[in-house]
């Protein structure tokens, strides 16, 4: 998929006030500090489409971004530690929850996963929680450049593996690196078979 136009469109606290429901969204979510907002500006080749910072919990709103006039991204708060109160990560939670339960155009979510760690409990409950939804989704390991590929691949098949314990199936997952690029064609590949996917459907209909 070539990025031929990518900008930002508006910031909601209520899922009601969100651009109109009339396109694909993908929708960007990961425990605080995953590198989030760097894989969206790599995936979407503008170095400041979305604010990084060092500072974990920097997101606190429902970030919508058009991509090629064609379908949204979405870049959502994170979950698990930030420093900010528990009142304010409650309401996080309320927001978020209320997005991927009501969003109808929402077509997939694309849960990030620091590659540099082992299976975190947030991670996982999030992603039972996505399942017993019946949210799509699929999964996006981090900062690879952080450490040997070998010790990535380790790491990753730990996650799969936990994960199996649980699950019949597994979503599909992705390797990325923001300051490589790794994935970036592969990811950008998928989102686009999903949306040829979802217009032969709306064709078909």
């Known amino acids: 998929m070539l990025i031929r136009e990518a900008s930002f469109l508006s910031s909601n606290t209520q899922v009601a006030a969100c651009p109109p429901p009339n396109r694909p969204e993908y929708a960007f979510i990961g425990r605080s500090n995953v590198g989030k907002s760097s894989l969206i500006n790599m995936l979407t080749g503008r170095l400041a489409l979305a604010k990084t910072s060092s500072t974990p919990g920097k997101t606190q709103v429902i970030n919508h971004f058009s991509i090629n006039n064609e379908w949204y991204l979405v870049d959502l708060p994170g979950y698990g530690y930030a420093r900010v109160s528990k009142t304010s990560r409650a309401d996080w939670s309320k927001m978020i929850n209320a997005y991927l339960t009501k969003r109808e155009n929402l077509t ?9 760690h082992s299976p975190q409990a947030a991670d ?82």
Request: aromatic share 8%; proline share 2%.
């Open 108 to 116: 997939c979510v694309c849960v990030l996963l620091d590659s540099r």
């Open 124 to 205: 996982l409950e999030f992603m039972e929680k996505l399942g017993a939804s019946g949210v799509p989704f699929v999964m996006i390991f981090t900062k690879t450049d952080k450490q040997s590929a070998s010790r990535t691949h380790e790491l990753i098949n730990a996650y799969l593996t936990k994960m199996h314990e649980t699950w019949d199936e597994l979503p599909r997952h992705f390797v990325t690196s923001a300051e490589t690029a790794v994935g970036r064609d592969e990811v950008l590949n998928f989102i686009e078979e999903v949306n040829r996917q979802v217009a032969a459907d709306a064709a078909g209909a």
